[in-house]
T-cell receptor, first 115, second 115 residues
Framework: DAGVIQSPRHEVTEMGQEVTLRCKPI?????LFWYRQTMMRGLELLIY????????DSGMPEDRFSAKMPNASFSTLKIQPSEPRDSAVYFC?????????????FGPGTRLTVL | AQSVTQPDIHITVSEGASLELRCNYS??????LFWYVQSPGQGLQLLLK??????LVQGIKGFEAEFKRSQSSFNLRKPSVHWSDAAEYFC?????????????FGQGTTLQVKP
């Protein structure tokens, strides 16, 4: 298996632009998680899906952030408009089952820089 | 609410020395506990996990961790550190079915290895 795939790996954009991050979970996994990692705040859970349905989006910082999972093999995280404080590494992770005992498999991350 | 605390933000050890990274959790029932490692520029990789049974858990790369219920701790250990172990380490707690696999991560501990 190719593991969790994220694209792009690096994104540099200007303030005010729309940014779309993409994630392909491991085939057969039914839960998907979006995290943000910064030096100041560490690893933060933004939103997670189970069977393509958003379960908890309480970690989404504000309305500029939105996430979708149109099918079991694809998810997007969109920021519109982007701001410099959104600069971070964004990780996608997936897992199978609904137990908290299941390992989450992480993608390599997307490093976002907003100028 | 569940929480995870890693008291040490940064630790430096000499190559060949022993290592212990601390993790304390807050959870009402028996938790699922994890240690992940993040090498620079990479996603998180699972080192080991504890569900039940033997409280001493063996993981990859020569790591082990011990679950101590009385101390609400799950400390990570390695008898002899290698330069390649320099990375950031995250402790995480998950809980039972119905929670869709969500994990709560600690703030992370950065390990530096001196030659």
């Amino acid at each position: 298996d190719a593991g969790v795939i994220q694209s792009p790996r690096h994104e540099v954009t200007e303030m005010g632009q729309e940014v779309t991050l993409r994630c392909k979970p491991i085939s057969g996994h039914n839960s998907l998680f979006w995290y943000r990692q910064t030096m100041m705040r560490g690893l933060e859970l933004l939103i997670y899906f189970n069977n393509n349905v958003p379960i908890d989006d309480s970690g989404m910082p504000e309305d500029r952030f939105s996430a979708k999972m149109p099918n079991a093999s694809f998810s997007t995280l969109k920021i519109q408009p982007s701001e410099p404080r959104d600069s971070a590494v964004y990780f996608c992770a997936s897992t199978s089952g609904t137990s908290g005992g299941n390992e989450q498999f992480f993608g390599p991350g997307t490093r976002l820089t907003v100028l | 609410a569940q929480s995870v605390t890693q008291p040490d933000i940064h630790i430096t050890v000499s190559e060949g020395a022993s290592l212990e990274l601390r993790c304390n959790y807050s959870y009402g029932a028996t938790p699922y506990l994890f240690w992940y490692v993040q090498s620079p520029g990479q996603g998180l990789q699972l080192l080991l996990k504890y569900f039940s049974g033997d409280t001493l858990v063996q993981g990859i790369k020569g790591f082990e961790a011990e679950f101590k219920r009385s101390q609400s701790s799950f400390n990570l250990r390695k008898p002899s550190v290698h330069w390649s172990d320099a990375a950031e380490y995250f402790c995480a707690v998950g809980h039972g079915s119905g929670n869709t696999g969500k994990l709560i991560f600690g703030q992370g501990t950065t390990l530096q290895v001196k030659p």
